[in-house]
C-alpha cells in the first residue's frame, strides 16, 4: 500500500526558537564578530583591576581562556540565569567559541605582540570602540524585548535584563576576578558605576519605557538615536583617554536634592585622617624619664631657696 507523503511540520519560530537548517551552516552572530575583537582592544586596561593578565596567561592559560570566555559570553550568561534560562545555549555556537578562542589566542600568544599591536592603534581601536557600543545599544534593546516576552507587566525586570545585557561583563568583575586568584571587593561595578554601566542602566530605563508604550517614540528611532549619543561619547573618551562621564554634570545636580549630599564633615575627617596618614612621619614615642622621688625634689628646692638667700 503506497503512503502519500509524510507531512512535516514547520520548524517552530519566535523569540525563543530559531529555524534550524541542516543542510546550511549556521552564520556568524554579529553580535559576537563585533565584540570579540572590542574585547580584547578594550578589555584589559594595565591601569583597572584586571591588571596582570598576561602574567595569567603564562601561569595558567586554562584559566586565562575561561576569562576570556567570560569576557566575551558573560552579560548572556548573567542574563539567562536571572531568567531560569540554560547559560550554557551561547557555546553551542561553535563558530562564535572558536573565533573567540583565536582573537584570545592571538592577543596573548601572538610572535612580537603584533596582533595586539596592530588592533590597538588608535584609528583601529576606535572603530572597535564604535563597534562595540552599537552591540551594546542592540543588547539592550533585545534584553527588554526578551524580558517583555516573559514577563509582560514587569518593568522592574525589564530594565535588569536590559542593564544586565549592556554591562554584565562588568557586573561580573568580582567572579572573574576569583577565576584570576584575587579578591578586590571594592573594585564592585555597583559601587563605583563606570559611563558604559551608568548608560546601560539608563538605556534600560528608556527601553523599558518605549516597550510598554510610555515613551512615544519607534524602537528603530530610538535605537538610532542612543547608539549615536553611545559611539560619540565613546569615541571621544577613547581619543582624549577621558575617564569622565558625561552623566556627571547632571549627577551633581539631581543626586543631592533627590538622595541627599554626604556630609562635609565626615569627608573632611576621612581627608584629613588620610592625609595625616598618609604625609606625617611616624615618631616612636620618647621613653619616659625615670620621675625623681619626693626627697630629690625636696633637697633641690632647699637649695634654690639656700642661693636666693645668699
Not at 567570560?70 to 555556537?93: K, M, Q, R, T, V
Request: charged share 15%; net charge positive.
Amino acid at each position: 500500500m503506497a503512503r502519500g507523503p509524510s507531512r512535516v511540520s514547520p520548524p517552530p519560530t519566535g523569540l525563543l526558537h530559531r529555524p534550524h537548517f541542516p543542510l546550511v551552516p549556521p552564520p556568524l552572530p554579529p553580535a559576537a564578530c563585533r565584540e570579540v575583537p572590542g574585547r580584547a582592544v578594550t578589555g584589559p586596561e594595565p591601569s583597572d583591576h584586571r591588571q596582570g593578565a598576561v602574567e595569567l596567561s603564562r601561569q595558567s592559560p586554562l584559566a586565562s581562556w575561561v576569562v576570556a570566555m567570560l569576557y566575551c559570553f558573560g552579560s548572556y550568561i548573567l542574563a539567562d540565569l536571572l531568567l531560569g534560562e540554560a547559560p550554557l545555549d551561547y557555546f553551542s555556537n561553535n563558530a562564535s567559541v572558536l573565533l573567540a578562542t583565536a582573537v584570545w589566542y592571538l592577543t596573548f600568544y601572538c610572535p612580537l605582540n603584533l596582533f595586539y599591536k596592530c588592533v590597538a592603534f588608535l584609528p583601529v581601536k576606535l572603530i572597535f570602540v564604535a563597534l562595540k557600543e552599537v552591540v551594546r545599544v542592540r543588547k539592550i534593546a533585545a534584553g527588554v524585548h526578551h524580558a517583555h516576552h516573559h514577563y509582560h507587566q514587569g518593568w522592574l525586570i525589564m530594565v535588569v535584563i536590559g542593564f544586565v545585557k549592556g554591562s554584565g561583563v562588568a557586573l561580573m568583575s568580582n567572579f572573574e576576578q576569583l577565576l584570576r586568584g584575587v579578591w578586590k571587593p571594592e573594585t564592585n561595578e555597583l559601587l563605583h558605576m563606570t559611563f558604559p554601566s551608568k548608560a546601560s542602566l539608563y538605556g534600560a530605563v528608556l527601553f523599558t519605557l518605549q516597550q510598554t508604550h510610555w515613551l512615544p517614540i519607534s524602537k528603530d528611532s530610538l535605537i538610532f538615536f542612543f547608539t549615536l549619543f553611545m559611539i560619540t561619547c565613546k569615541v571621544f573618551m577613547t581619543a582624549t583617554h577621558s575617564h569622565g562621564s558625561p552623566f556627571a554634570p547632571v549627577e551633581g545636580v539631581l543626586c543631592p536634592v533627590l538622595f541627599g549630599s554626604v556630609p562635609s564633615g565626615h569627608d573632611d575627617h576621612h581627608h584629613d585622617h588620610h592625609h595625616e596618614g598618609a604625609h606625617e612621619p611616624f615618631s616612636p614615642p620618647t621613653p619616659l624619664l625615670p620621675a625623681k622621688t619626693r626627697d630629690e625634689l625636696n633637697e633641690g628646692t632647699r637649695k634654690r631657696k639656700t642661693k636666693k638667700a645668699e
